[in-house]
């Protein structure tokens, strides 16, 4: 009843190819984007803005990033932790060696993350390269290596990290036209710009042109190359800017998240982790990879709390821990099983059924 | 239905999140990190044992410190740095007066809450491990690596191989294979070892192990073709059984074998089987149940069924033992912060890092402890934030620990220009100014 696109017609090319088509979905977008960047900033408190809801926009991102490759083009990654450290490492070296930057030096920082997702996009296209001739899980074993190289290098050659004797980097300050992003509320509303923008700029990619060229390679490659598609071209581009977003993202985790990151921090179990958030989340869709980053990032924390909430001193501690992970990959699980498709499928069946309200026949 | 099934899910998780446990207003509130799962839980659950039994005993046997009871509660980390910022944030506004001070236990966690908890004033004990350079209090005011740093245990190890040698002169020409966790951690010691090699005259040969270090073949055979005289091994979890079973197979005598205390646990040997007899392990603290203070703890908790331990027999191990050397050193701490800020009153964090900085554990006091020979003395300075750099070397028998030196001190003209230079170098990256340390009371 109230979710029904009847009545609202649209009269030119430009009205049908909108992101959002259906006027509620229109309301609703705004609504939480509203409720996003006005109400939470206010109602949050320190704890939720740090510890929370900044992870799960970087995450997001990263997860966005490894949709793009795997979801949209269909090329399987094990690599996006070490985008990631490749983006983080990236704009560390730009603030780091470029200390009189001669444009735009108010937005310093930014050009940092645009250098790390650069950087992060370069050695996605190098370890993309295999994927013109392997495919699938062989892929995958590709991408692994970029996984362990780009890791190496790093603790390898001291120069990326200024010779710090343990291989960590301590990230600069973030500073935005003069002012320092050091606020809780100020350092959420700096990730929710940039994923926000981000976000955008994939949903608009993935409805062009380009889009609609990586899933026609998902789809068959055979059959795209056909039609005209250039595999060289497509492919590779889908690694440039699915490590693009994976760099800035793991710029994000060090500058406005960790402060202080070693390499051994990007490591093969959180390139697990961010493809398991797509999964979750769902495969091919913009939407899946918040559901999912959101899932896989805040499941253990709840658990963690619940646990202490309701058994405190009841479990032995060793026991509580190990019961919280065993109900998480039962969850998984359970997810997988009621909905292979994901959290992202699941709202789409609840969209449909939305239409349908209140006259299910 | 769904809609409102998943409404009221979403409010009872907000809720959960939201729910502080009470705390009553005299309590000093202590939040630990902790980890009991994953592949380094045999560390998380032994430390943290320790730890909270520790304070239990206090609180138990004494009914606080100065009538202030401490109170705790316990977030798991994983051994993941993201996790553990996440309940560092958890946990740091709870109790009467917020977080008093926060122990990681993990290299990469401390690294990412050096500028968080310098910022809110929570001081970071890293009993141990951590960033070397923090010793220089002048630069890091709210980080203190205590007792050792694995800087200064590295130059007591040399000075224990040279003993062995029978003089620092006769380590000339020696060679000396450095196999190395390939994290943060691992490499820590590598510009130590260097600056050694180059004052003894030996050779030293950096080998890598990658995490979790379950796969050494490789590595050994390195060690066999360097036909080293000593192999220092700086290993974590699974990486020691590893080492020490590869060091069987290619034929290495274990007792020429020297470990840091990460790698100097029941934990490590245990699995190793009988090749691990004869393997030597650094340590500030020493294995056994036969101290006063094991023994209040197993009277004054244990029998009373609170103890946290799940196996009572790790009771008394090196790991434990730790622990329990985390508790000692954070309720002297309290006390010495209590005696300048007033008896009886929960300190805040700010407080807690003075307490900290004047920390004074002499002999004497460590006799009235009861943890005599158990973990060394310690004075901890503005300037200086280790305070001892003291190690005691044990080795393993094929079934328990045995002490086989007195306490062996780092060598501080080495280590602290190092120091001093490696903090310099971080205050200029970051624009710290260092405090005046001899302005400071």
Redesign the interface.
């Known amino acids: 009843m109230l979710y029904r696109e009847a009545g609202q017609f649209k009269a030119s090319y430009r009205e049908d190819q909108q992101i959002f088509p259906i006027r509620q979905d229109k309301i609703a977008i705004a609504l939480i984007l509203a409720f996003f960047y006005l109400v939470v900033p206010v109602i949050g408190d320190?704890?939720w803005l740090?510890?929370?809801l900044v992870?799960v926009l970087i995450f997001s991102l990263a997860a966005l990033g490894l949709n793009i490759l795997t979801g949209y083009a269909g090329q399987l990654s094990l690599g996006t932790a070490a985008f990631m450290a490749a983006g983080a490492f990236g704009a560390f070296n730009f603030m780091?060696r470029m200390p009189d930057f001669p444009v735009f030096s108010e937005v310093k920082i930014l050009f940092a993350f645009i250098f790390g997702g650069l950087m992060a996009a370069l050695v996605g296209i190098v370890f993309g390269l295999p994927s013109l001739r392997i495919k699938g899980f062989y892929l995958a074993v590709a991408t692994l290596a970029a996984q362990f190289f780009v890791v190496w290098a790093l603790?390898k050659f001291s120069w990326f990290s200024?010779y710090s004797?343990?291989?960590?980097i301590?990230a600069?300050?973030v500073v935005l036209f003069g002012v320092p992003i050091?606020t809780p509320e100020s350092r959420y509303l700096f990730v929710l710009v940039i994923v926000t923008v981000l976000a955008l700029l994939a949903k608009n990619m993935v409805r062009s042109a380009t889009g609609r060229a990586w899933m026609a390679v998902r789809d068959m490659d055979v059959a795209a190359e056909v039609i005209g598609i250039r595999l060289l071209h497509t492919k590779l581009l889908a690694f440039a800017v699915s490590s693009f977003y994976c760099g800035v993202a793991g710029a994000l985790y060090a500058f406005c998240?960790?402060?202080?990151?070693?390499p051994?921090?990007f490591?093969l179990?959180m390139s697990f982790r961010i493809l398991f958030m797509i999964i979750i989340g769902g495969v091919g869709s913009v939407l899946g990879s918040f559901l999912g980053a959101a899932f896989i990032v805040l499941l253990?924390?709840?658990l963690?709390?619940?646990f202490?909430?309701v058994f405190?001193g009841a479990v032995?501690?060793?026991?509580?821990?190990?019961l919280?992970?065993m109900i998480f990959g039962g969850l998984i699980i359970f997810f997988l099983i009621v909905e292979p498709h994901g959290l992202a499928r699941l709202w789409q069946i609840?969209k449909e059924?939305l239409r349908l309200w209140p006259f299910p026949h | 239905m769904?809609?409102k099934k998943t409404v009221i899910t979403g409010l009872a998780?907000a809720a959960?999140?939201g729910?502080a446990?009470a705390f009553s207003a005299g309590e000093q509130f202590i939040g630990l990190t902790?980890?009991?799962?994953g592949p380094y839980?045999a560390g998380g659950?032994g430390i943290?044992g320790g730890l909270i039994d520790y304070m239990s005993l206090v609180n138990a046997r004494d009914g606080g410190i100065n009538g202030v009871k401490l109170v705790w509660?316990?977030?798991?980390t994983?051994y993941?740095?993201?996790?553990g910022?996440?309940c560092?944030?958890?946990l740091k506004?709870k109790g009467p007066t917020g977080n008093t001070v926060v122990h990681p236990l993990s290299?990469?966690i401390t690294?990412?809450l050096?500028?968080?908890a310098t910022?809110d004033k929570i001081p970071i004990i890293s009993l141990g491990y951590g960033?070397?350079?923090a010793t220089d209090g002048s630069v890091f005011p709210y980080v203190f690596p205590l007792v050792t740093n694995y800087w200064s245990q590295n130059t007591a190890k040399i000075k224990f191989i040279g003993m062995k040698e029978g003089g620092m002169d006769k380590l000339k020409g020696k060679k000396i294979v450095n196999i190395y966790h390939?994290?943060?951690?691992g490499?820590?010691t590598?510009?130590v070892l260097d600056v050694q090699a180059k004052k003894y005259g030996f050779s030293v040969t950096h080998v890598p192990v990658a995490?979790p270090g379950n796969e050494q073949q490789s590595q050994w055979l390195q060690v066999r073709q360097i036909k080293p005289d000593w192999v220092i091994l700086r290993g974590w979890g699974v990486m020691n059984p590893t080492a020490l079973k590869s060091a069987a197979k290619i034929g290495f005598p274990r007792e020429k074998i020297v470990g840091v205390w990460w790698s100097g646990a029941e934990e490590d040997t245990i699995p190793a089987g009988s090749a691990a007899k004869g393997f030597i392990a650094a340590g500030f603290n020493v294995a056994g149940a036969n101290y006063p203070v094991i023994k209040d703890i197993q009277k004054f908790v244990y029998a009373k069924g609170n103890g946290?331990m799940?196996d009572k027999s790790r009771v008394g191990s090196v790991y434990y033992n730790r622990g329990v050397v985390h508790g000692i050193l954070t309720v002297e701490a309290i006390r010495t912060a209590q005696e300048k800020f007033g008896k009886g009153k929960p300190i805040t964090g700010e407080q807690m890092r003075w307490g900290i900085e004047h920390l004074n554990v002499d002999a004497k006091k460590l006799k009235a402890l009861g943890a005599e020979g158990f973990m060394p003395d310690l004075k901890v300075t503005c300037s200086d934030h280790e305070g001892s750099g003291k190690v005691k070397f044990q080795q393993w028998d094929g079934k328990k620990w045995n002490v086989i030196t007195d306490w062996i001190d780092a060598d501080q003209s080495i280590v602290r220009p190092m120091i001093e230079e490696?903090a310099a170098k971080?205050a200029k990256?970051?624009?710290i100014k260092p405090r005046d340390c001899s302005k400071e009371s």
Not at chain 1, 165 to 168: A, K, L, P
Not at chain 2, 34 to 37: A, I
Not at chain 2, 73 to 76: L, V
Not at chain 2, 80 to 83: D, F, T
């Open positions: 320190q704890y740090k510890a929370i992870p780091l603790t200024n004797s343990s291989g960590v301590s600069q300050d050091d998240y960790l402060g202080t990151v070693e051994e921090g490591n179990d253990p924390i709840f963690n709390v619940f202490h909430a405190a032995p501690a060793g026991l509580g821990s190990n919280e992970l609840g059924k | 769904k809609l998780i959960t999140l729910a446990p902790s980890y009991r799962v839980a659950s943290f509660e316990e977030c798991e994983e993941n740095n993201a996790r910022v996440e560092y944030e958890r506004t290299t990469g690294y990412s050096i500028d968080k910022a960033r070397t350079d390939d994290s943060a951690y490499k820590e590598i510009p995490h946290n799940e490696s971080y990256e970051k624009g």
